[in-house]
């Protein structure tokens, strides 16, 4: 069996801590800046404010829509998962104070942990998790979490427990329980702009787009939690507006702080720059159904055509690590080393477009800064690299509000952002099964679903890295993502916020910043 079982460890996040496991996927780097080596106790009061990229008018509280980090992020503020996942991306446990699985990871059984209330004084039961779990798996749900869910077959409350059935078996279970998606609400509840959760702040306000407040919850569970009275949190798409909030006094914290200016705010003296490596990656997508890109030797055309080193340097500043086609960031225990790196090569290019039977290719990639900060700069850079291999680019600047609806998973390339998963098998099922909800190329192997299925019950690490360095080399070789960097994931502080540490499973420390940290 396999078991994990502790009360909630009541231990405040600190630098020391985030960084003195290394353990479980990519690691954080550090702070950079005079913020990084003071500390104070924690104390109440005061309002954080937050200033995010992200945002938009479709936004929804429904977790099941939830896409990007600024809604995961209000996610986190309002609610709680089964399982928490902590600075070193391992599975805590948060609603359920325990879990134990079968030996083939086919039955998962969650105990709830005893005396949580939602914030209409409901007691949090095992039959609230399992309606808000099913939410995700419902035949017309769209939720993201659909794929890490694929092959749960029943989920149900007997007494205080969840009890999780999964046709195949999958080990990772745990940590999906700690997903953004997966947030507890009341069994039956559907009224989502009156948001009831069992976080450590209640819904005051949303304005899809354009702002979130909320205050602390009196009744949270987590005695060492939820220091701030209020989180007023504003989305700001443009990076350069967002760092100005911040240096002028006008937020407290921003999330994706841009690579060009990140010496000018170190400069002031008066910010911690938290530097997290391996939480995202940036690339270029190709729709494998789609006309050039149906031919794997154009895709390979496209990817030597791409100049990692040099993207890296001029549009990310050095923070960063070049990409090789594959999800899996280099220091991620699953990392597969003997992978040789993919290199920018014109004449490989023009090579695989002869083998394709073209002597060249005219295609537009889409791209927009509202997929990630330097997405435009990114791809005129690939268009210039890409002159003379006859992969003739022209870029497309489209709106940034409406880059994730309209040109996502829409047009047959373009550029994306991905956060990096917990696990290469939870990263695989979520956008690279051939059934992923987020399957953004449309690839599908049958090979490569086999591998994941066994890599999803495979217990023994060392099997489990071969199944997984497998089929980072299938998605390295045939698929249509054509992943150039990983992008170092800057976080800014001001000196008035106490607590901020890096984190491995996403920026703003994992999301939970609202919780985590207090103000001076």
Same mark, same amino acid.
């Given at each position: 069996?396999?078991?994990?079982?502790?009360?909630?460890?009541?231990?405040?996040?600190?630098?020391?801590?985030?960084?003195?496991?290394?353990?479980?996927?990519?690691?954080?780097?550090?702070?950079?800046?005079?913020?990084?080596?003071?500390?104070?106790?924690?104390?109440?009061?005061?309002?954080?404010?937050?200033?995010?990229?992200?945002?938009?008018?479709?936004?929804?509280?429904?977790?099941?829509?939830?896409?990007?980090?600024?809604?995961?992020?209000?996610?986190?503020?309002?609610?709680?998962?089964?399982?928490?996942?902590?600075?070193?991306?391992?599975?805590?446990?948060?609603?359920?104070?325990?879990?134990?699985?079968?030996?083939?990871?086919?039955?998962?059984?969650?105990?709830?942990?005893?005396?949580?209330?939602?914030?209409?004084?409901?007691?949090?039961?095992?039959?609230?998790?399992?309606?808000?779990?099913?939410?995700?798996?419902?035949?017309?749900?769209?939720?993201?979490?659909?794929?890490?869910?694929?092959?749960?077959?029943?989920?149900?409350?007997?007494?205080?427990?969840?009890?999780?059935?999964?046709?195949?078996?999958?080990?990772?279970?745990?940590?999906?329980?700690?997903?953004?998606?997966?947030?507890?609400?009341?069994?039956?509840?559907?009224?989502?702009?009156?948001?009831?959760?069992?976080?450590?702040?209640?819904?005051?306000?949303?304005?899809?787009?354009?702002?979130?407040?909320?205050?602390?919850?009196?009744?949270?569970?987590?005695?060492?939690?939820?220091?701030?009275?209020?989180?007023?949190?504003?989305?700001?798409?443009?990076?350069?507006?967002?760092?100005?909030?911040?240096?002028?006094?006008?937020?407290?914290?921003?999330?994706?702080?841009?690579?060009?200016?990140?010496?000018?705010?170190? /400069?002031?003296?008066?910010?911690?720059?938290?530097?997290?490596?391996?939480?995202?990656?940036?690339?270029?997508?190709?729709?494998?159904?789609?006309?050039?890109?149906?031919?794997?030797?154009?895709?390979?055309?496209?990817?030597?055509?791409?100049?990692?080193?040099?993207?890296?340097?001029?549009?990310?500043?050095?923070?960063?690590?070049?990409?090789?086609?594959?999800?899996?960031?280099?220091?991620?225990?699953?990392?597969?080393?003997?992978?040789?790196?993919?290199?920018?090569?014109?004449?490989?290019?023009?090579?695989?477009?002869?083998?394709?039977?073209?002597?060249?290719?005219?295609?537009?990639?889409?791209?927009?800064?509202?997929?990630?900060?330097?997405?435009?700069?990114? /791809?005129?850079?690939?268009? /210039?690299?890409?002159?003379?291999?006859?992969?003739?680019?022209?870029?497309?600047?489209?709106?940034?509000?409406?880059?994730?609806?309209?040109?996502?998973?829409?047009?047959?390339?373009?550029?994306?952002?991905?956060?990096?998963?917990?696990?290469?098998?939870?990263?695989?099922?979520?956008?690279?099964?051939?059934?992923?909800?987020?399957?953004?190329?449309?690839?599908?192997?049958?090979?490569?679903?086999?591998?994941?299925?066994?890599?999803?019950?495979?217990?023994?690490?060392?099997?489990?890295?071969?199944?997984?360095?497998?089929?980072?080399?299938?998605?390295?070789?045939?698929?249509?993502?054509?992943?150039?960097?990983?992008?170092?994931?800057?976080?800014?502080?001001?000196?008035?916020?106490?607590?901020?540490?890096?984190?491995?499973?996403?920026?703003?420390?994992?999301?939970?910043?609202?919780?985590?940290?207090?103000?001076?």
């Amino acid at each position: 069996m396999t078991t994990r079982q502790n009360t909630y460890p009541g231990l405040p996040f600190t630098r020391r801590g985030a960084l003195g496991v290394l353990g479980g996927g990519a690691l954080a780097a550090g702070l950079i800046g005079p913020g990084a080596v003071r500390a104070q106790t924690p104390k109440k009061g005061g309002t954080l404010r937050i200033g995010m990229d992200g945002g938009g008018t479709s936004d929804s509280l429904d977790p099941t829509t939830y896409f990007y980090y600024h809604m995961y992020t209000v996610g986190f503020t309002l609610g709680n998962t089964l399982v928490e996942l902590d600075a070193t991306k391992q599975p805590v446990p948060e609603l359920a104070e325990s879990w134990e699985g079968t030996p083939d990871a086919k039955r998962w059984v969650f105990k709830m942990r005893k005396g949580v209330e939602f914030h209409n004084g409901k007691t949090v039961t095992a039959a609230d998790a399992a309606y808000s779990l099913n939410r995700h798996i419902a035949p017309d749900s769209k939720s993201a979490a659909k794929g890490f869910l694929q092959g749960v077959t029943s989920i149900r409350a007997d007494g205080d427990n969840v009890i999780i059935e999964h046709e195949t078996g999958d080990a990772d279970m745990p940590s999906i329980m700690g997903q953004y998606h997966l947030v507890i609400v009341p069994d039956g509840f559907d009224d989502w702009s009156g948001f009831i959760g069992s976080g450590p702040y209640m819904l005051d306000s949303f304005d899809p787009g354009v702002r979130f407040t909320a205050s602390r919850n009196p009744n949270y569970w987590k005695p060492d939690r939820a220091w701030v009275d209020k989180v007023d949190l504003s989305f700001i798409l443009d990076p350069t507006a967002r760092a100005s909030a911040l240096m002028t006094g006008g937020v407290d914290i921003i999330d994706y702080v841009d690579t060009k200016i990140v010496d000018r705010i170190k /400069a002031m003296n008066r910010f911690q720059i938290i530097e997290n490596i391996g939480l995202a990656y940036h690339e270029s997508v190709m729709d494998t159904r789609a006309k050039p890109f149906d031919s794997n030797d154009v895709r390979e055309a496209v990817k030597f055509a791409i100049n990692r080193e040099e993207l890296v340097e001029k549009v990310y500043h050095g923070y960063g690590t070049v990409g090789n086609d594959h999800p899996v960031p280099p220091n991620d225990p699953f990392f597969n080393s003997e992978l040789p790196q993919r290199p920018f090569d014109p004449d490989k290019a023009r090579w695989h477009l002869k083998q394709a039977g073209l002597d060249k290719i005219d295609i537009e990639l889409a791209a927009a800064d509202g997929a990630f900060t330097g997405a435009v700069d990114a /791809a005129v850079l690939m268009q /210039a690299s890409a002159d003379g291999t006859g992969v003739n680019i022209e870029v497309d600047r489209v709106p940034n509000d409406s880059y994730w609806s309209d040109v996502w998973m829409k047009r047959p390339y373009c550029v994306s952002n991905w956060g990096v998963r917990p696990t290469p098998s939870m990263m695989f099922s979520v956008a690279f099964a051939c059934e992923a909800p987020w399957n953004e190329t449309f690839w599908c192997n049958d090979q490569f679903t086999q591998l994941l299925n066994q890599g999803k019950v495979e217990t023994d690490f060392a099997k489990r890295k071969q199944i997984f360095g497998e089929m980072q080399q299938m998605v390295h070789a045939n698929d249509g993502n054509a992943i150039f960097v990983f992008p170092s994931t800057l976080d800014g502080y001001a000196e008035t916020v106490q607590g901020a540490a890096p984190d491995a499973v996403a920026l703003l420390m994992g999301c939970r910043v609202a919780e985590r940290v207090w103000m001076a």
